[in-house]
């Protein structure tokens, strides 16, 4: 059975329709942010995805790794694996040896995670509500509110940094009391990547069992 991952949570949310009149303060940080991650390449980082349920004593850290170019990516945590080349994903289980192979679809949650950087313009309303400084470092916090009120996310917050316009964090706060927050550690801007970083290549994986869900 196909296991879905948290970090992709957050682009279940992004297909909505919307047309609301925005604060232009922080459309103006939103725009400068995604353009400069629109402009690379590719990009790698390493995260920290943290979940908590405080009604609920709940809280796990998870480490990730992802790598990210246009539409395609290879993202690793918790013994899952998942690859989309835009057309097919694959979702690779580690315990049970297994790999998901379903179409990529851009309505569904396996919309490429560099949709967090345009998540803004489609859906949802957006709101600066100050700055703060976190280890020295300048940062403007933004928040984003669903149009659509049946979502089960009703806020995401971003913390941009001030000098450069790029994402530190963001934290998702679902209706269930789930607060997920997941803080870039390592940044590297075109690294190096070829069509086998995304694509799943059966011959690395002695004995996987592939089970094809298209």
């Given at each position: 059975?196909?296991?879905?991952?948290?970090?992709?949570?957050?682009?279940?949310?992004?297909?909505?329709?919307?047309?609301?009149?925005?604060?232009?303060?922080?459309?103006?940080?939103?725009?400068?942010?995604?353009?400069?991650?629109?402009?690379?390449?590719?990009?790698?980082?390493?995260?920290?995805?943290?979940?908590?349920?405080?009604?609920?004593?709940?809280?796990?850290?998870?480490?990730?790794?992802?790598?990210?170019?246009?539409?395609?990516f290879?993202?690793?945590?918790?013994?899952?694996?998942?690859?989309?080349?835009?057309?097919?994903?694959w979702t690779?289980?580690?315990?049970?040896?297994?790999?998901?192979?379903?179409?990529?679809?851009?309505?569904s949650?396996?919309?490429?995670?560099?949709?967090?950087?345009?998540?803004?313009?489609?859906?949802?309303?957006?709101t600066?509500?100050?700055?703060?400084?976190e280890?020295?470092?300048?940062?403007?916090?933004?928040?984003?509110?669903?149009?659509?009120?049946?979502?089960?996310?009703?806020?995401?917050?971003?913390?941009?940094?001030?000098?450069?316009?790029?994402?530190?964090?963001?934290?998702?706060?679902?209706?269930?009391?789930?607060?997920?927050?997941?803080?870039?550690?390592?940044?590297?801007?075109?690294?190096?990547?070829?069509?086998?970083?995304?694509?799943?290549?059966?011959?690395?994986?002695?004995?996987?069992?592939?089970?094809?869900?298209?």
């Amino acid at each position: 059975m196909k296991k879905s991952i948290s970090f992709l949570l957050l682009a279940v949310s992004l297909a909505l329709p919307a047309a609301a009149q925005q604060d232009p303060k922080a459309g103006k940080i939103l725009d400068q942010m995604s353009a400069k991650y629109q402009a690379l390449k590719a990009f790698q980082a390493t995260f920290t995805q943290t979940l908590e349920n405080p009604s609920a004593k709940v809280k796990q850290n998870l480490n990730g790794d992802i790598v990210v170019s246009g539409q395609k990516f290879r993202l690793k945590i918790s013994g899952q694996e998942v690859i989309n080349d835009g057309k097919t994903t694959w979702t690779y289980l580690k315990n049970e040896n297994e790999v998901n192979i379903s179409d990529s679809d851009p309505d569904s949650q396996d919309m490429s995670p560099s949709q967090i950087y345009t998540m803004y313009k489609k859906g949802y309303k957006y709101t600066y509500v100050q700055q703060v400084t976190e280890g020295g470092e300048p940062l403007d916090v933004i928040e984003l509110a669903p149009e659509n009120r049946q979502n089960d996310v009703f806020k995401v917050r971003l913390k941009v940094r001030k000098k450069d316009a790029s994402v530190k964090s963001w934290q998702m706060f679902k209706k269930n009391g789930n607060q997920y927050t997941f803080l870039i550690k390592n940044f590297k801007p075109n690294p190096p990547v070829d069509a086998g970083t995304f694509a799943f290549d059966k011959a690395k994986y002695k004995g996987v069992k592939v089970v094809d869900l298209r």
